[in-house]
């Protein structure tokens, strides 16, 4: 298994990489936002994605977004396909992505929205931690991005101020002293509870719809 910054030689993963993606949605019944061939070409144009790949054969995949006049970049789009699941390759997707952003926006605070709980663990590994939407990019075209998801109606009707997703953010300007030590052990508790809630929320829609 090979994990690379991906480039014009992968033109010929976009649309299994959306399928990809399409397919998780339908099987998660969650909010994936739906992304087009050309808007993942551009991402593997510019090099501003990573690709997994078990020879020729598409393995995973996770790109960048920058917002905000490069003041932040989103991990998005992470999906591994269902051939390659429960091997720990999300986390090293994760973890290529999140090198990258750092090497080619390092001033950047780096953010993501997720309902998943494995990508929630993942991200708090990095050093992300829970936010309010509020401490995420105010950029408009961004959270267009979510028009796809089938929750965008919970969005709008708070204003953006929250819906299922989980916002998630990595502030690189943030130190390794006492204080961050202490922040880090209070973003673990954080992570426990919102554990729970999600479990919870997702274990009373699924009675629901029995």
């Known amino acids: 298994m090979e994990i690379v910054i991906a480039n014009e030689s992968h033109f010929k993963y976009a649309q299994i990489i959306c399928d990809t993606i399409a397919?998780?949605?339908?099987?998660?019944?969650?909010?994936?936002?739906?992304?087009?061939?050309?808007?993942?070409?551009?991402?593997?144009?510019n090099g501003n994605a990573v690709i997994a790949l078990d020879g020729d054969t598409f393995a995973g995949f996770c790109y960048i977004e920058?917002?905000?006049h490069e003041k932040y970049v989103a991990n998005s789009g992470l999906i591994v396909h269902p051939d390659y699941r429960a091997k720990g390759l999300a986390k090293k997707i994760k973890k290529?992505?999140?090198d990258l952003s750092k090497e080619k926006f390092p001033k950047a605070k780096i953010f993501g929205i997720t309902t998943g709980l494995a990508v929630m663990k993942i991200n708090y590994e990095l050093g992300y931690?829970?936010?309010?939407?509020?401490?995420?990019?105010?950029?408009?075209?961004?959270?267009?991005?979510?028009?796809?998801?089938?929750?965008?109606?919970?969005?709008?009707r708070t204003e953006q101020k929250m819906c299922l997703c989980t916002g998630m953010?990595?502030?690189?300007?943030?130190?390794?002293g006492p204080k961050e030590k202490q922040q880090k052990k209070m973003n673990g508790k954080a992570f426990k509870r919102l554990k729970s809630i999600k479990e919870s929320i997702f274990l009373k829609k699924k009675t629901k719809n029995i």
Do not use: M
Not at 169 to 176: G, K
């Open 66 to 68: 920058v917002w905000g």
């Open 169 to 176: 953010l990595h502030d690189p300007a943030a130190t390794n």
């Open 96 to 98: 290529k992505i999140f």
């Open 23 to 45: 397919d998780s949605a339908k099987v998660r019944g969650t909010g994936i936002a739906k992304r087009t061939p050309e808007y993942i070409l551009k991402k593997l144009e």
């Open 129 to 156: 931690k829970p936010v309010t939407f509020s401490e995420l990019t105010d950029d408009p075209q961004f959270w267009k991005g979510c028009q796809t998801c089938k929750n965008f109606d919970i969005l709008t």
